[in-house]
């Protein structure tokens, strides 16, 4: 079973910057796609950032023109960046690394927590 590694979470003041990775423990074969997604207390995980195998990104309108989704190229490795800046309180939540592979493969990190003070 693969994991995915979550780190760079923390607290921070709004306006402040961030960078989350995500590192797979082993690698995964046809990534479909890799997305972060984010879940605040008592609300649904959303997406936050996806890129697909084409290099397509898509982004929550909430988070446009603040974050930027990457993926580290380097052959056999799946690596996953989410630089965050000017961030605000509305950011704090857990973030979650997603790999989807395959026809259903789905993997999930287990969250690293980011609170953003005002």
């Known amino acids: 079973q693969v994991q995915l590694v979550e780190s760079g979470g923390g607290l921070v003041q709004a306006g402040r910057s961030l960078r989350l990775s995500c590192v797979a423990s082993s690698y995964i074969f046809s990534v479909n796609a890799m997305g972060w997604y984010r879940q605040a207390p008592g609300k649904q995980r959303d997406l936050v950032a996806r890129i697909t195998s084409s290099g397509i990104t898509t982004y929550a309108d909430s988070v446009k023109g603040r974050f930027t989704i990457s993926r580290d190229n380097a052959k056999n490795t799946n690596t996953l960046y989410l630089q965050m800046n000017s961030l605000k309180p509305e950011d704090t939540a857990v973030y979650y690394c997603?790999?989807?592979?395959?026809?259903?493969?789905?993997?999930w990190g287990q969250g690293t927590q980011v609170t953003v003070s005002s």
């Open positions: 997603n790999v989807k592979f395959g026809w259903t493969g789905d993997y």
